[in-house]
């Protein structure tokens, strides 16, 4: 059986042609050749399987046979917004990996205590790409340049969509609950959380988010890296809901 190829084309349904970074990898890299079969994502949920017409050195063309709406394998819109890492690497392998296991948002927050205030979200997206094709999803998560705390606690709140909307950070005297209890208790249609940077959030930041009715939680006992800290998110909104 041959193995399947997958291509990540936006609009693959009106276009006739893989792009250019596609088409080079299809052409020289697999060596595909016209009447091969190739899958297509849209990134917008749904699979194309498609024969190449035409296969040239930066070229590769093809025709749509079956296009085959999907289903996410989780129920909520998950947005996580975090602090970037002081090592870029680091927020690149929290998106690529979180792209596999299955997220919908991602936004990175320039906090009072970030160790980055810049970032290449191009880097970020071509990982997140890869891990799209990798674990053949038919969704490609939004990815968000780095956005000022008070700015996104200010349009992302239970005043702005309907959702729960958390906050994760360690400080004792603040009550919180751990984030799969909550989640698990009920569904919800988004869900929303804030991973700060290594040095936790100011406590500025938490109070402001808590009084636009953001709920605290803990991840549990352990201290993790903001990116570890933000992958457990993702998988506890996975399997909650």
């Known amino acids: 059986m041959k193995e399947e190829r997958f291509f990540y084309v936006p609009q693959a349904a009106t276009l006739t042609e893989l792009p250019e970074e596609e088409a080079k990898h299809a052409v020289r890299v697999l060596r595909l050749q016209a009447g091969d079969e190739i899958y297509?994502?849209?990134?917008?949920g749904v699979f194309h399987r498609a024969e190449i017409t035409l296969a040239s050195n930066k070229r590769c063309a093809y025709r749509i046979t079956e296009s085959v709406n999907q289903q996410k394998g989780w129920d909520s819109h998950i947005h996580i917004a975090m602090a970037p890492t002081k090592m870029m690497e680091r927020t690149e392998w929290f998106a690529e990996k979180a792209t596999e296991i299955g997220f919908d948002e991602l936004t990175v927050l320039n906090c009072q205590l970030s160790e980055r205030r810049q970032l290449r979200l191009d880097r970020i997206e071509a990982k997140v790409v890869g891990a799209v094709k990798q674990s053949r999803k038919a969704w490609m998560p939004l990815l968000h340049d780095m956005t000022a705390f008070k700015t996104f606690v200010a349009s992302h709140n239970p005043n702005c969509a309907e959702g729960v909307y958390l906050i994760a950070h360690c400080y004792d005297d603040l009550p919180k609950n751990h984030l799969f209890d909550i989640l698990s208790a009920d569904r919800f249609p988004r869900i929303t959380i804030l991973i700060g940077p290594e040095g936790d959030f100011h406590r500025d930041e938490v109070s402001l988010a808590l009084s636009l009715g953001?709920?605290?939680?803990?991840?549990g006992t352990s201290r993790l890296r903001t990116e570890t800290a933000a992958l457990s998110a993702v998988m506890m909104a996975n399997l909650s809901q």
Do not use: F
């Open 214 to 219: 953001y709920r605290s939680v803990s991840l």
């Open 40 to 44: 297509l994502t849209d990134g917008a």
